[in-house]
């Protein structure tokens, strides 16, 4: 009985969106959004290299534009993340 109950309360908590972001980042997270920073990072190198090797104009066009995209998620990505590291950091007022 006490396991079906821990169940229960195991999938309620799974279908919680939250509207903002958590203030602290934890160290899973962190490596997560490394990982998708590269995955973006490789995937415009990627495109961009494959683009400059195509003989077609229009595939080479499709494989920039594939290219952009994942570099305007690497900014976005990067951004997020520098915004809440510029929230996160104390203001001194000018005193050191």
Known sequence: MQQQSNM???TQN?????QQPPAVIS???TLYLT?????NLLAMKKAHFFAQQCQDPEI???LERCGQM???HYERILSHLNVQ????????NGMM
């Not at 799974?14 to 939250?18: K, R």
């Open 14 to 18: 799974q279908g919680i969106l939250y």
């Open 8 to 10: 229960n309360m195991n």
């Open 35 to 39: 990982d998708m920073l590269s995955w």
């Open 70 to 72: 994942h570099q305007r």
């Open 60 to 62: 080479a066009s499709e």
């Open 27 to 29: 160290t899973k997270d």
């Open 85 to 92: 590291n510029q929230q996160q950091q104390p203001s001194n």
